[in-house]
């Protein structure tokens, strides 16, 4: 039997988890779940899975976090996005 998102190894039984991030890409949701803990913000992977037969291409991961860390989950995950690096930075050209 599937969990809900209360029934999570990530606390108790019944407490309620938000979600605070989705992408198509579980990497990226990986990426996102180990800011966070680094951060001490514990968090769930969930994925969306659909009928690839009734809906192709449906689908996704979300991470989810305790209602009560939800906004400094929002803000790390924010504050990560602006610090990446400028397109510019990278350069395509081949490296001798």
């Known amino acids: 039997m599937a969990d809900t998102p209360e029934q999570h190894e990530a606390g108790e039984p019944?407490?309620?988890?938000?979600?605070?991030?989705?992408?198509?890409q579980e990497s990226?949701?990986?990426v996102v779940r180990g800011l966070l803990e680094a951060n001490g913000i514990d968090s769930v992977i969930?994925?969306?899975?659909a009928p690839?037969?009734?809906?192709?291409g449906v689908g996704g991961v979300i991470v989810l976090v305790?209602?009560?860390?939800?906004?400094?989950?929002?803000?790390?995950?924010?504050?990560?996005r602006t610090d990446l690096p400028?397109?510019?930075?990278v350069s395509e050209e081949p490296v001798p």
């Open 14 to 24: 019944n407490q309620q988890l938000l979600k605070v991030f989705d992408t198509e």
């Open 28 to 30: 990226e949701a990986m």
């Open 46 to 49: 969930e994925n969306l899975d």
């Open 52 to 56: 690839q037969d009734v809906l192709p």
């Open 66 to 80: 305790r209602s009560e860390q939800a906004e400094e989950a929002v803000r790390l995950i924010e504050e990560s």
């Open 86 to 89: 400028e397109d510019e930075a």
